[in-house]
T-cell receptor
């Protein structure tokens, strides 16, 4: 089906472990984004990408790494997970015309 | 950097009542977006406003962008339980990325 999908939807990990959240879109949109959602903070931008091989930092990039070798994929990696990274992560994409399309979210718990 | 503040943070209304959610920007808005999030799910696009004074409606939801383009309001008429969720405003600060307000949690009880 066309759209944007995230995996895994739920993940529990331990402090210090590496975790990768996957994001895949079928529209070939140029822009892709990673947000985290936390109570009291709303949605905060972690990283975004304007095209394949072009990424840039958002508001809260520390502790995260992204790559975009293919237009359709935008994985987010936590190289050494911390408890403060417990959150719900949303991937989003847009063609640049304004409206963002969001994935269903990945709920990450770091113990 | 631009910031968006939403008010109220939380709202509980009885079914059938009208309500308004506000979104105030620290800088001029070049594009203002309203999204709704059902609990535990992703965000769904509601509408986008770009011009000062613009007003858009979808079913019982109306959004306005003020003339100075620094505030938007979302008004729901005759609320229903299906309107419950988190409403977020998002702004395009004239860059590639969209920033969001902290959200307003709406509960509608029968």
């Amino acid at each position: 089906d066309a759209g944007i999908t995230q995996s895994p939807r739920y993940k529990i990990t331990e402090t210090g472990r590496q975790v990768t959240l996957m994001c895949h879109q079928t529209w070939s949109h140029s822009y892709m984004f990673w947000y985290r959602q936390d109570l009291g903070h709303g949605l905060r931008l972690i990283y975004y990408s304007a095209a394949a091989d072009i990424t840039d930092k958002g508001e809260v990039p520390d502790g995260y790494v992204v790559s975009r070798s293919k237009t359709e994929n935008f994985p987010l990696t936590l190289e050494s997970a911390t408890r403060s990274q417990t959150s719900v992560y949303f991937c989003a994409t847009t063609s640049g015309a304004g409206e963002l399309f969001f994935g269903e979210g990945s709920r990450l718990t770091v113990l | 950097s631009q910031e968006l503040e939403q008010s109220p943070q939380s709202l509980i209304v009885q079914e059938g009542k009208n309500l308004t959610i506000n979104c105030t920007s620290s800088k001029t808005l070049y594009g203002l977006y309203w999204y709704k999030q059902k609990y535990g799910e992703g965000l769904i696009f509601l509408m986008m406003l770009q011009k000062g004074g613009e007003e858009k409606s979808h079913e019982k939801i109306t959004a306005k962008l003020d003339e100075k383009k620094q505030q938007s309001s979302l008004h729901i008429t005759a609320s229903q339980p299906s309107h419950a969720g988190i409403y977020l405003c998002g702004a395009d600060p004239n860059t590639d990325k969209l920033i969001f307000g902290t959200g307003t949690r709406l509960q509608v009880f029968p």
